[in-house]
Structure formats: structure tokens, C-alpha cells
């Protein structure tokens, strides 16, 4: 058990008093933390919401090009891209504004998991035979998820932009005027850029730099054995 710190209280003498702080404590902490993970998990989400709208048009063009008589079925197709690649520039724009306001609370995140969840199997290690560790694998478990639910969709993220390319392909681009389908080559080369939330100088959120942070944990842990 580890030992807390109550004011004006011997925790030896009011068991019952100290649990209940303990348990108050762990829970405020817990629904800070949860509130903080999903300050970046719904800029996340809303991105890939944006992208997958994008990708639906430029895969279906057909059923947002209107109906106008002065207008030729070219020009109509080719104010659509102009409008997409508006769209995916507004994203793009929306996601590097983000990033300059939280590139440093990711970092700063992205050292405390490795730290947190490094001291928790510490503490694991040196106490395998203590009747209180199950509490302690789940809650390096729970460590463990909340930060690969994150994580995986920052590569989502990545992958969705990216797949822009499958969605113009996908289209009948080929039956289009030579401007419109270079509106669509260019929309094409700059989906195919790396767009993402940024870990200070470290990279982009994505899987493989979870996997990194397990082997960062793993790192600290043999320091700390060696100790």
C-alpha cells in the first residue's frame, strides 16, 4: 500500500478515513487526467471527421456538382476541386495551429506517460509477491490503453489523410478536363505529406511512437533496477 499524506490525520489510527482520502484523491486525479486525454482526442476525432467529408465529395463528385444551365459540366467539376482543395488547405491550416498551441503539452504528455508507467512495473518488480499488486497491473493497464487509444488515432489520422489519393482514384477524375485533373494531381501530392499532431521535435502522434514510449518505459525500468 502506499502511504498518502493526510492533514491534521494519523492515517495509522483512522484506516477507514485514509481510505476514503486515498480513494477521493485517486478518483479526482483520474477524471483529470481522462479530461485532459480528451482535450486532444476530440481535435483528433473532429480532423478525421473534416477528412473523411472531403474524401466522400472527391469520391462522388457527382452528387455535389448542382445543376446549372449557364454552366458546363467542366466548369462545375472544376469549382468542386477548387472548393476541396480549399477544404483540405483550411484542415491542413486547422491541424498546424493546433499543433503550435499543444506540440509542447504533447511532449510534456508523451515524458510523463513513459515516466508513469515505468515507475508503476518498478513498483511491480519489487513488490511480486505483495497480495496488493493486482490493483497495480490493472492500473498499468489502464496506463496502457488510455495511451494507445490516443495514439492510435493519431495514426488515423495520418492514414485518412493519405487515403485521399484512393478516394480521387476511386472517381471517374479521368473523364475530366486536363485543368480539373491537375487541381486533382495537386490535391493528390500534398495528401500524400505527413499531417498529424505534433510531439514537440520528437514527430507526429502515431503507433511508433507509442511502441516508443514502451521501449522508453523499458529503458527507465533497467535503469531504475540497476539502481
Known amino acids: 500500500m502506499v502511504k498518502v499524506w493526510i492533514p491534521f490525520l494519523d492515517p495509522e489510527k483512522h484506516y477507514i478515513v485514509a481510505n476514503l482520502y486515498y480513494s477521493f484523491m485517486t478518483t479526482v486525479l483520474g477524471i483529470i487526467e481522462i479530461a485532459l486525454d480528451c482535450m486532444i482526442l476530440y481535435p483528433i476525432v473532429y480532423f478525421i471527421f473534416r477528412i473523411n467529408m472531403l474524401k466522400y465529395v472527391l469520391q462522388n463528385p457527382e452528387e455535389f456538382v448542382e445543376d446549372k444551365r ?48 515505468s515507475g508503476v512495473f518498478f513498483f511491480i518488480a519489487k513488490n511480486m509477491l505483495n497480495s496488493n ?41 479521368y473523364c475530366e478536363d486536363i485543368k480539373s485533373q491537375r487541381l486533382i494531381l495537386l490535391l493528390m501530392q500534398r495528401s500524400q505529406k505527413p499531417l498529424g499532431l505534433m510531439i514537440g521535435p520528437i514527430g507526429i502522434v502515431q503507433l511508433e511512437k507509442f511502441l516508443m514510449i514502451l521501449k522508453t518505459v523499458y529503458t527507465i525500468f533497467t535503469v531504475y533496477s540497476n539502481m
Do not use: P
Open 70 to 117: 449557364m454552366q458546363s459540366k467542366e466548369y462545375k467539376f472544376h469549382e468542386l476541386m477548387v472548393k476541396c482543395i480549399s477544404e483540405h488547405q483550411s484542415i491542413i491550416r486547422t491541424i498546424q495551429d493546433f499543433n503550435n498551441m499543444m506540440k509542447h503539452y504533447l511532449l510534456f504528455d508523451f515524458s510523463l506517460h513513459a515516466l508513469q508507467i
Open 133 to 173: 499488486n493486482f490493483l497495480n497491473y490493472v492500473y498499468a493497464l489502464s496506463l496502457l490503453i488510455q495511451l494507445f487509444i490516443l495514439y492510435w488515432y493519431g495514426q488515423k489520422l495520418l492514414d485518412e489523410n493519405e487515403s485521399i489519393s484512393n478516394a480521387i482514384y476511386m472517381s471517374k477524375w
